[in-house]
């Protein structure tokens, strides 16, 4: 089995930082790409930023410039820096990892629980 566990959520002021981080564990052959995702009530879920395995990232043009996604290979852990944090940045926002278990295995998609963030005015 493959888990991945969010932390780091909560309430902030705008203009604050919040860090996120999500832990991937189980049974892991290879982490593919990484990535953070948000859904706001009434809202689609949309891809905040993601991340290679070689560290190529790229960004939610709503977040260029605040937010800085990074990762550590070797804790499979992703990590979602997020900075000068507006109210329209309030959402559930979960991780996604394309993992392959097994060398043999194809790669599947799996997400973390959701972690939520509050920005107040």
């Known amino acids: 089995q493959v888990q991945l566990v969010e932390s780091g959520g909560g309430l902030v002021q705008a203009g604050g930082s919040l860090r996120l981080s999500c832990a991937a564990s189980g049974s892991i052959f290879s982490i593919n790409n990484m990535g953070w995702y948000r859904q706001a009530p009434g809202k689609e879920r949309e891809l905040v930023a993601a991340?290679?395995?070689?560290?190529?990232?790229n960004y939610a043009d709503s977040v260029k410039g605040r937010f800085t996604i990074s990762r550590d290979n070797a804790k499979n852990t992703v990590y979602l820096q997020m900075n000068s944090l507006k109210p329209e940045d309030t959402a559930v926002y979960y991780c996604n990892a394309e993992i392959r278990r097994r060398s043999y295995y194809p790669e599947a998609n799996y997400w973390g629980q959701g972690t939520q963030v509050t920005v107040s005015s």
């Open positions: 991340i290679t395995s070689g560290g190529s990232t």
